[in-house]
Nanobody
């Protein structure tokens, strides 16, 4: 049974940076795309970034393009989200996700708070 565990969240001032990590265990996700989503209080969960199984293809929400970078290390079964030039509107709980063998896996989330 697979599990995704996010880490790296915290409190940062606007313009700062954070690096989130999502560690997978219980099964390999190296053959599957990995995604980051986020959910702010009172808002729906929204897509942030995605990376293909090889890491060759990435995709970003317009709101984070040019500021966030998704990457992965399949040897470590880990996906990362480097977040630069953070804005108060980036404040949210960030979730790691993957659909592997038709099963939708979600982590428990890590909180990111950006103060102005």
């Amino acid at each position: 049974q697979g599990q995704l565990v996010e880490s790296g969240g915290g409190l940062v001032t606007a313009g700062g940076s954070l690096r989130l990590a999502c560690a997978a265990s219980g099964r390999t996700f190296s053959r599957y795309a990995m995604n980051w989503f986020r959910q702010a209080p009172g808002k729906e969960r929204e897509f942030v970034a995605a990376i293909s199984w090889s890491g060759a293809i990435t995709r970003y929400a317009d709101s984070v393009k040019g500021r966030f970078t998704i990457s992965r290390d399949n040897a470590k079964n880990t996906v990362y989200l480097q977040m630069n030039s953070l804005k108060p509107e980036d404040t949210a709980t960030y979730y790691c996700n993957s659909k592997a063998d038709y099963i939708d896996y979600w982590g428990q989330g890590t909180q990111v708070t950006v103060s102005s």
